[in-house]
């Protein structure tokens, strides 16, 4: 249903601009129907009324999940670039939330095959912030990939419980779409890895 979601919301955007929460589910609906550049616009949308209004931990947490949708299109400037306003946003404003764990993500994935352990580190940081904002879909995200770079640290064993454990979060409906798609792609390339 997520199509006929995002065609109804995008018609009453038409009929009058949505408010930030609607916006934020014609963005998911968009990108869970494969509307990627009309996801990245309405989240566009989303970053630029979030920092009018000075939600600023809002749109950090908007311009990572931008910048995670150009890496994985392969659109490493842009996505480079949005990941750097979301931690500047962070820093600017002296903001302590869970966005600092996401923003690991990317460190560790870039790393993960030239430097496992480095990947670990990062890996590590992102776990951290997940289980102390209670962040189901950043640990499982984080789970995903220390199982890779223990895996890459020739830790087999370990890494595929992490990754089992990761799997379960997605069998058992613990996250949301977007996480669910994320780790579980993840999971089957590691397991095609192995």
């Given at each position: 249903?997520?199509?006929?979601?995002?065609?109804?919301?995008?018609?009453?955007?038409?009929?009058?601009?949505?408010?930030?929460?609607?916006?934020?589910?014609?963005?998911?609906?968009?990108q869970y129907s494969g509307h990627d550049d009309a996801a990245t616009e309405l989240a566009g949308r989303i970053h630029r009324s979030a920092v009018r209004d000075g939600d600023y931990a809002r749109a950090a947490r908007t311009a990572f999940w931008i910048g995670m949708s150009f890496l994985q299109r392969g659109e490493m400037t842009q996505g480079g670039g949005w990941l750097g306003r979301s931690a500047h946003l962070?820093?600017?404003?002296?903001?302590?939330?869970?966005?600092?764990?996401?923003l690991a993500i990317p460190d560790g994935i870039r790393l993960v095959e030239a430097d496992a352990g480095a990947a670990l580190q990062a890996f590590e940081r992102a776990s951290v912030y997940a289980d102390r904002f209670g962040d189901a879909d950043l640990g499982a995200m984080a789970r995903l990939g220390r199982g890779r770079a223990l895996v890459g640290l020739g830790e087999v064993a370990k890494g595929v419980a992490l990754l089992d454990d990761a799997m379960v979060a997605v069998t058992s409906g613990e996250l949301s779409p977007l996480a669910t798609g994320i780790v579980y792609c993840g999971a089957i390339e590691a397991f095609n890895d192995l």
């Amino acid at each position: 249903a997520w199509s006929e979601a995002f065609d109804l919301l995008s018609e009453a955007d038409r009929v009058a601009p949505l408010d930030v929460d609607d916006l934020e589910l014609a963005g998911f609906a968009a990108q869970y129907s494969g509307h990627d550049d009309a996801a990245t616009e309405l989240a566009g949308r989303i970053h630029r009324s979030a920092v009018r209004d000075g939600d600023y931990a809002r749109a950090a947490r908007t311009a990572f999940w931008i910048g995670m949708s150009f890496l994985q299109r392969g659109e490493m400037t842009q996505g480079g670039g949005w990941l750097g306003r979301s931690a500047h946003l962070l820093s600017e404003h002296d903001l302590d939330t869970v966005t600092w764990g996401y923003l690991a993500i990317p460190d560790g994935i870039r790393l993960v095959e030239a430097d496992a352990g480095a990947a670990l580190q990062a890996f590590e940081r992102a776990s951290v912030y997940a289980d102390r904002f209670g962040d189901a879909d950043l640990g499982a995200m984080a789970r995903l990939g220390r199982g890779r770079a223990l895996v890459g640290l020739g830790e087999v064993a370990k890494g595929v419980a992490l990754l089992d454990d990761a799997m379960v979060a997605v069998t058992s409906g613990e996250l949301s779409p977007l996480a669910t798609g994320i780790v579980y792609c993840g999971a089957i390339e590691a397991f095609n890895d192995l």
